[in-house]
């Protein structure tokens, strides 16, 4: 463990600061006393994600924001509810990578048999669903519902949006079978107490969980596995994206993976 207060890095994967805004205060509020919060805003790629082209342009400057960031961190929280990009992280840092639709899909299935997944646009339930598969997850999700409102859009009416989520979070209990519901974006953090005192069942924010469990793998001492999944990249030429030759050589050569700026181990 650090020895100088745990530093969580969360990065939100577009590029609305409005949004970043939203997930950094989700992660403050879960934090331990003491745990600093640092919220990062890619500095190119879409406004929101909700397509697959976006998705895998935003784990782009995801990755970037990462790289080019020059403060010292502990642990990353990947804030994009599936999608892309953690396993990126994951080859050239040897912090804990955490990715919130794991880390609330965890939690979930730790207080409840079954959970159900509310997101905001029918479009992207296959895409979670993808990702739940990858993470050996899916087979307790009893089903992912949306609220058909753009992500722009969710702050726009706070009271509407609850509303479509509290509505959307029934469905999964009562139809679907949903023990524990699951907030399916980043932008809807902080929306978990309505929805949790309208059902009275648990509801899981995956920026909350991802926050916590990253503070727990710190505290553990461990870190992202180099053997063969994440190994570091081997040194070689990337044209066209500004990933300095000098980041790639290192992170091919040194001990752990970690790339400079990145927060490694004292």
């Given at each position: 463990?650090?020895?100088?207060?745990?530093?969580?890095?969360?990065?939100?994967?577009?590029?609305?600061?409005?949004?970043?805004?939203?997930?950094?205060?989700?992660?403050?509020?879960?934090?331990?006393?003491?745990?600093?919060?640092?919220?990062?805003?890619?500095?190119?790629g879409p406004a929101s994600v909700e397509s697959n082209v976006e998705s895998h342009l935003s784990a782009v400057g995801?990755?970037?924001?990462?790289?080019?960031?020059?403060?010292?961190?502990?642990?990353?929280?990947?804030?994009?509810?599936?999608?892309?990009?953690?396993?990126?992280?994951?080859?050239?840092?040897?912090?804990?990578?955490?990715?919130?639709?794991?880390?609330?899909?965890?939690?979930?299935?730790?207080?409840?048999?079954?959970?159900?997944?509310?997101?905001?646009?029918?479009?992207?339930?296959?895409?979670?669903?993808?990702?739940?598969?990858?993470?050996?997850?899916?087979?307790?999700?009893?089903?992912?519902?949306?609220?058909?409102?753009?992500?722009?859009?969710?702050?726009?009416?706070?009271?509407?949006?609850?509303?479509?989520?509290?509505?959307?979070?029934?469905?999964?209990?009562?139809?679907?079978?949903?023990?524990?519901?699951?907030?399916?974006?980043?932008?809807?953090?902080?929306?978990?107490?309505?929805?949790?005192?309208?059902?009275?069942?648990?509801?899981?924010?995956?920026?909350?969980?991802?926050?916590?469990?990253?503070?727990?793998?710190?505290?553990?001492?461990?870190?992202?596995?180099?053997?063969?999944?994440?190994?570091?990249?081997?040194?070689?030429?990337?044209?066209?994206?500004?990933?300095?030759?000098?980041?790639?050589?290192?992170?091919?050569?040194?001990?752990?993976?970690?790339?400079?700026?990145?927060?490694?181990?004292?």
């Amino acid at each position: 463990m650090s020895t100088h207060g745990t530093t969580v890095l969360v990065v939100n994967v577009n590029t609305t600061g409005a949004v970043t805004e939203v997930i950094r205060r989700s992660a403050l509020a879960a934090a331990a006393p003491g745990t600093e919060v640092v919220a990062l805003t890619p500095r190119f790629g879409p406004a929101s994600v909700e397509s697959n082209v976006e998705s895998h342009l935003s784990a782009v400057g995801v990755l970037d924001a990462v790289l080019t960031h020059d403060g010292r961190y502990d642990a990353v929280v990947h804030a994009g509810f599936g999608e892309v990009g953690r396993e990126a992280l994951q080859d050239v840092l040897d912090v804990p990578v955490v990715d919130i639709t794991e880390a609330a899909a965890h939690t979930a299935c730790l207080l409840g048999r079954t959970y159900g997944v509310v997101t905001s646009l029918d479009r992207t339930a296959p895409a979670i669903r993808d990702r739940l598969l990858l993470a050996g997850l899916e087979r307790r999700c009893s089903g992912v519902r949306s609220v058909d409102l753009p992500v722009l859009e969710l702050e726009a009416d706070p009271e509407v949006t609850a509303k479509a989520f509290v509505a959307q979070a029934q469905r999964c209990v009562e139809e679907d079978g949903a023990e524990v519901v699951v907030l399916g974006c980043a932008g809807m953090a902080g929306l978990h107490g309505a929805v949790r005192d309208a059902l009275a069942v648990p509801v899981v924010d995956g920026v909350a969980a991802a926050v916590r469990l990253a503070e727990s793998l710190v505290a553990l001492g461990l870190g992202t596995s180099k053997v063969r999944s994440y190994a570091a990249p081997r040194a070689k030429e990337v044209r066209g994206w500004p990933w300095p030759a000098a980041a790639a050589r290192d992170a091919g050569g040194r001990s752990g993976g970690a790339v400079p700026g990145a927060g490694g181990r004292p």
